[in-house]
């Protein structure tokens, strides 16, 4: 793999829990989504300290993981991962792409 493919953003559970994408407009009105941010804590507790749950099971960090797995979220509302400390950290202002991560793709 070429040094440009590689995701920027670590699948950690710190970066789990800093995520905004769970309160984005963007997802706001998925019923998809929402089922998954209803279980998503319940999720974690079921899981070793630092262990992090599937992707398809969180309804964020599409920075580190990838598209979303729901289809039903609207990219036409505005993206709020400026406001994130995952993307501040990560610099993601230099990323590709640099926002809209559900729907475009990770960081990298
Ligand atoms: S930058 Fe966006 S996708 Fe990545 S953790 Fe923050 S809000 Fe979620
Ligand atoms: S990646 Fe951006 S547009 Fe997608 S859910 Fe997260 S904050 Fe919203």
């Given at each position: ?25 963007v997802q706001?009105?998925s019923v998809c989504t929402?089922?998954k ?19 398809q ?10 598209t979303a797995t729901c289809s039903d979220l609207d990219p ?26 559900c729907n ?5």
């Amino acid at each position: 793999m070429s040094k440009s493919t590689e995701a920027k953003v670590p699948y950690v559970v710190s970066n789990i829990e800093r995520c905004m994408c769970p309160r984005c407009p963007v997802q706001a009105d998925s019923v998809c989504t929402l089922e998954k941010i209803g279980n998503l804590k319940n999720e974690m507790k079921s899981l070793g300290e630092g262990e992090a749950p599937e992707p398809q099971k969180v309804p964020g960090v599409y920075c580190s993981a990838g598209t979303a797995t729901c289809s039903d979220l609207d990219p036409n509302r505005d993206c709020i991962c400026k406001t994130c400390p995952v993307w501040e950290e990560h610099r993601l202002e230099q990323a590709s792409p640099m926002m809209y991560f559900c729907n475009i793709g990770r960081a990298t």
